[in-house]
């Protein structure tokens, strides 16, 4: 113990190890709870878990020589009864339950309630893929129910600069896990829904341990999935999460880059698109005039055998008309697809444009705002620095006082005063 009466952080530690070691209660005991976060340290032979129920959960270690004995193999989700002791780890201040034995105890309480939920929720049709909406190719805009300070955020940034960056986006923040996650992220999904004109939902989250996604789970955001009149792409956990609002989403994402990369359509591939319906038309007008001409000049030929010179001069008329009407349909369908070609050029040019007009802006801004705070600027408003002659700052008349000499700093300069009393 120290002169003042602390102790250390150790010192601490130890007590309350002390303490639980003498309560014979934490000697030898049994647990019930659901497995969660299982580990297998293969390197060691140790397991390291969690067990869990409805309001709480105590971290837990069984180490090989006990892992050898188990009766079970235990994965995330088993109900299970666990015999140890509890102890607390000193180093890091932790307590955790050092199992050394472990049996089945029936399905955990959370699986079959979410089993149940699952039951009911398909019975009512709200994963039928009939009632799913589809994704449209080249959204208007996207709004995407996540939290700020998430990763998934900011990939799903990065993947729409990257494909469209003419595409802009919503963010409705919520919270992503824990107590009442699950009705904000509804709240969301709803809000998402009233955007003008938002076409395309994403619902996304990072990867994290089953309890962590758990809220996405809850009938409340399945419910305000299954009821969104926009569609929603979901994109929760890593690729091996699977929640219920995967089910009831128009369509379900690995990841939320992937997510991103079903939404938002790549630029490249876009032009590719459009230079394909081009090449596509301009073929079907020349297969179409060549069918037309192949068709006149029989028509030709037969007329040719028959020789009554009213009928040759009525078929040339008409095949002159046969000729102007296909060349006046081929250039205004020409002329058309190069109108919706230049358009969709100029859609782009105008958004790049906007892009950077906003950019040019923000930096003139922080430029302003950098020449504000610059010290600088106050001394060419006529205010002056008062320095001593060993150029310490004197921030106050008293200071001053018990100078003899002083230095006036001023915008364009330096002027040394000599003081001449105490006034």
Known sequence: MATDGSISVTELNMMVAEAIRRDPRTRSLTVRGEISGFKHHIASGHWYFSLKDESASVSCAMYRTNTLKARIRPKDGDFVLADGYVDLYAPQGKYQLYVTGLRPAGQGDLYV?????????????????????????CPKKVAVVTSLSGAALQDILRVSAQRSPFIPITVIPVTVQGAGAGAEIARGIRKAGTVEGTDVIIV?????????????????????????PIPIVSGVGHQIDTTLIDLAADQAAATPSNAAEMVFPDRGELQGRVDLMRSGLLRAITDHLRRKQLRLHETGRR??????????????????????????????????AGIRLARASEALERSM???????????????????????????????????SETEALLTSASRAREEKKMILQFSDGRVKVTGKGTA
């Open 353 to 387: 444009r906007d892009r950077m007009k906003g950019m040019e802006h923000r930096l003139l801004v922080l430029r302003k705002r950098m020449e504000a705070m610059n010290p600088r600027s106050v001394l060419d408003r006529g205010y002056a620095m008062v320095y």
């Open 303 to 336: 007329l040719a055998l028959l020789s009554p010179e009213k009928w040759v001069a009525q078929i040339d008329k008409r095949r002159l008309l046969d000729r102007e009407r296909l060349a006046a349909a081929a250039g205004e369908r020409a002329e058309k």
């Open 204 to 228: 996304a989250r990072g990867g994290g341990a089953a309890e962590d996604l758990f809220c996405f789970n809850e009938e409340v955001i399945v419910r305000a999935t299954a009821e969104s």
């Open 113 to 137: 309630r979410l089993e149940a939920l699952k039951r009911k929720l398909a019975a009512e049709g709200l994963f039928d893929p009939g009632r799913k909406k589809p994704i449209p190719l």
